[in-house]
């Protein structure tokens, strides 16, 4: 929690510079093209939580809450075009940095593990923003994709495990604000939910014959990063 209070804390910061550069050039005195394609990169911090429910051919058994935290790199690539002061754009986006979480359940005979890892996740977002000038503010939206590797293992005296890799689907939404360096620098700083939507796994093989568990990992991320746009 104090991570995210910094980071909104950083935001507001942010968003207070132009007011205290209320003398510098806005973005149409720079120069600056109404469309644009631009890359760039980001990092930040992730919360993750996988809500697991265990089942036993189509009966279910019991369930647990997984949670992990993860700082993060990435690259961003896009393009937006500016009608006035409404700004739309496409944004694509990769980030890496692995994590995993881990939780335990006894039924008072048998103890079971069970892991899930995400290594990397990527969405495509509709941007929807508007401009105020040094600075723009937008919320944006759409897919987003993960790879989760999930482990199961039952002990009874002897262990049994099940490791499985899946790509789950989901959406994304968000918000955030840009300030204008340069004509073709930008910095920004962002706010992300995701939900990457409902994986199955085999699990406990040889042990319950059957037995599937359910994964849903979701996501909340902060993140800031730097733009270049071509212009």
């Known amino acids: 929690m104090a991570l995210i209070r910094f980071a909104l804390a950083a935001q507001l910061v942010v968003l207070s510079l132009p007011c205290l550069a209320a003398d510098r050039p806005t973005f149409a005195s720079r120069g600056i093209a109404p469309d644009a394609f631009y890359f760039g990169v980001q990092g930040g911090m992730a919360w993750a939580k996988d809500k697991m429910q265990q089942y036993s051919q189509i009966l279910p058994l019991w369930k647990m809450e997984m949670s992990s935290d993860t700082a993060f790199g990435g690259l961003h690539v896009g393009y937006q075009r500016n ?102 620098w930008a910095a920004f700083s962002e706010y992300r939910y995701a939900d990457f939507g409902q994986s199955s796994a085999q699990s406990d093989s040889g042990v319950a014959t059957g037995a599937k568990a359910s994964h849903r990992v979701t996501e909340t991320s902060v993140r800031a990063g730097a733009t270049y746009y071509f212009r």
């Open 83 to 184: 009608f006035d002061q409404l700004v739309l754009g496409l944004e694509a986006d990769y980030d890496w940095g692995g994590k995993q979480g881990k939780g335990v359940y006894s039924d008072g005979t048998t103890t079971f593990t069970r892991t899930y890892q995400m290594d990397s996740r990527s969405t495509l977002r509709a941007k929807l923003g508007y401009d105020f000038g040094v600075f723009s503010i937008y919320a944006t939206g759409g897919g987003a994709m993960t790879n989760l590797k999930t482990t199961g293992l039952a002990t009874t005296g002897l262990g049994e495990s099940q490791r499985q890799e899946n790509f789950g689907f989901g959406a994304t939404l968000g918000a955030g604000l840009v300030y204008r360096l340069t004509r073709n």
